[in-house]
């Protein structure tokens, strides 16, 4: 069973940077690809990146291409999502998950959830 945690939220200024960590553990991360999505307050949750963990393939949702960057430490079972120029569109709860398809976008194919950790953005 893996479990994840998420880390690294806060409040920003419009314009700032935030680094979001995932933290895996208890299971064989290392096998499948980690995603994050994100859910606004009233709205649906949504894929924003995805990283194949076992290589460096990536795929991001338009709305954070060239803004967010998805990475992770293999030897630390850890994810990260470096987020760039931030806006308050941006503000959501951000989740980590982990799923055994490649770069699925598809929030029905994640079977591993973090908690979720804050992130608002003032204008």
């Known amino acids: 069973q893996v479990q994840l945690v998420e880390s690294g939220g806060g409040l920003v200024q419009a314009g700032g940077s935030l680094r979001l960590s995932c933290a895996a553990s208890g299971g064989t991360f290392s096998s499948n690809s980690m995603g994050w999505f994100r859910q606004a307050p009233g709205k649906e949750r949504e894929f924003v990146a995805a990283?194949?963990?076992?290589?460096?393939?990536?795929h991001y949702a338009d709305s954070v291409k060239d803004r967010f960057t998805i990475s992770r430490d293999n030897a630390n079972n850890t994810g990260y999502l470096q987020m760039n120029s931030l806006k308050p569109e941006d503000t959501a709860v951000y989740y980590c998950?982990?799923?055994?398809?490649?770069?699925?976008?598809?929030?029905?194919?994640?079977?591993?959830w973090g908690q979720g950790t804050q992130v608002t953005v003032s204008s």
């Open positions: 998950a982990a799923s055994p398809h490649l770069l699925t976008p598809v929030i029905g194919l994640y079977n591993y």
């Open positions: 990283l194949h963990w076992r290589g460096s393939s990536t």
